[in-house]
């Protein structure tokens, strides 16, 4: 089977791509591995800006039905003291610029934006091979393959699609987080819910640090981010709850109870995400008939841009394309050209934020990060 343009991975960025290209009448197929839109949770809220992510939205012509996905005071951000005094208190005026949705429907928003049969599930691609001129095959699990004309790689951290493009493999960036959800707050665990506030919460100390916002239906969903080598998390049995969350909770054990309860009184067992990166400045030479996007491309330590960044590259690769409808070469030199240095800049400041002596983990240097942040350019 032959296609024009074949996507793998129907995550935010690619599912942005398509539907561009949708937009400009360029079909696309992507392959997901998943079996289904509900096979799996798809996370929890992301912020989308108006510089990056709210761009890709416009392109794709779907300001207006993003706009009621947006769940209203979410922006709100408040600093605590592992102490649980409020340190920082921001409201959310409706001005900041990064309202906050479910990724799950925004994700389900661009599935439905595209035609019929536009994603393939249950496709979970295995391997990959130049054939020349430009094309490449890709061979799923169970044995069915693809020939395309133009490969993109949106298929996240541990892409199939990126050894067509590049060496460079995810490396751990020291530091993992520990996911947990809090269901029914407000009634059942009143005290956590008012440390978290409306929106956002964050309680950074060197290594350790409480990170937790409020979902919607009255859900907070917390992620304790430890910076710890991965034999540390190792030693630990997560598959025994109980002994993972008491172990997780005494790093935390001279912190104020609202806070642990972030960790002690989960609704759900403890997810460990150890967190991982690819080299700042990733990039790759020019090669015929494929590229890549999202954390395929500049997979880089949670900075808050990751899902903005593949959907705006999304967006900027469906434009390309149609800008040269006749010319892939070109319409990948130039997405290329204006990605990398974006994606670069990111990734630096993900370095910045979470490495060992940056003042983002002190209450203080967070503070004066969102006041600065907040300042008129």
Same mark, same amino acid.
């Given at each position: 089977?032959?296609? /024009? ?46 510089? @990056? ?13 993003f706009r009621g996905l947006i ?21 959310? /005026? ?25 994603? *393939? ?25 693809v020939v395309t004309g133009l ?14 493009l590049s060496t460079a493999t ?20 009143? &005290?956590?819910? *008012? ?99 999202? /954390? ?6 949670? @900075? ?14 469906? *434009?390309?394309?149609? &800008? ?22 990111? &990734? ?11 003042? @983002? @983990? ?16």
């Amino acid at each position: 089977m032959t296609t /024009d343009v074949t996507i793998i991975g129907a995550g935010l960025g690619g599912l942005t791509l398509a539907r561009v290209l949708h937009v400009h009448g360029i079909p696309a197929t992507v392959y997901e591995a998943e079996p289904s839109p509900a096979a799996r949770s798809q996370g929890g809220m992301l912020d989308i800006h108006d510089y @990056n992510g709210q761009l890709a939205l416009e392109t794709a012509d779907l300001m207006d039905e993003f706009r009621g996905l947006i769940l209203e005071g979410r922006q709100a951000m408040r600093v605590l003291d592992p102490d649980g005094t409020v340190l920082f208190d921001k409201a959310d /005026d409706g001005t900041g610029g990064r309202p906050e949705v479910q990724r799950g429907e925004l994700r389900q928003l661009l599935l439905d934006s595209l035609p019929a049969d536009s994603v *393939k599930w249950g496709y979970k691609a295995g391997g990959t091979r130049t054939l020349g001129d430009g094309r490449h095959e890709v061979t799923f699990a169970g044995g069915a393959t693809v020939v395309t004309g133009l490969l993109v790689g949106a298929d996240g951290a541990w892409s199939r699609v990126r050894p067509l493009l590049s060496t460079a493999t995810p490396e751990y960036v020291g530091k993992s987080v520990v996911e947990t959800y809090l269901f029914d707050a407000d009634t059942r665990h009143p &005290a956590a819910a *008012k440390a978290v506030g409306g929106g956002s919460m964050i309680a950074p100390t060197p290594g350790r640090e409480i990170f937790a916002h409020r979902e919607k239906g009255d859900t907070l969903h917390a992620y304790v981010g430890l910076s710890e080598p991965q034999d540390w998390f190792a030693a630990i049995d997560f598959t025994d709850a109980a002994a993972a969350t008491a172990r997780i909770a005494a790093e935390f054990d001279d912190w104020a109870p609202e806070l642990t309860a972030l960790i002690t009184d989960s609704d759900t067992e403890p997810v460990l995400r150890p967190l991982y990166a690819l080299p700042t400045g990733h990039r790759w030479d020019r090669v015929p008939g494929v590229t890549l996007l999202g /954390d395929a491309a500049h997979l880089a330590a949670p @900075n808050g841009e990751g899902a903005n960044l593949a959907m705006l590259d999304g967006a900027e690769l469906g *434009k390309a394309l149609a &800008a040269y409808p006749d010319d892939i070469e070109a319409a990948l030199t130039e997405y290329e050209r204006a990605m990398f240095p974006r994606s670069a800049e990111a &990734a630096f400041e993900g370095t910045e934020m979470h490495g060992a002596d940056s003042d @983002n @983990n002190t209450a203080h240097g967070l503070i004066e990060a969102f006041t600065r942040h907040d300042q008129p350019q």
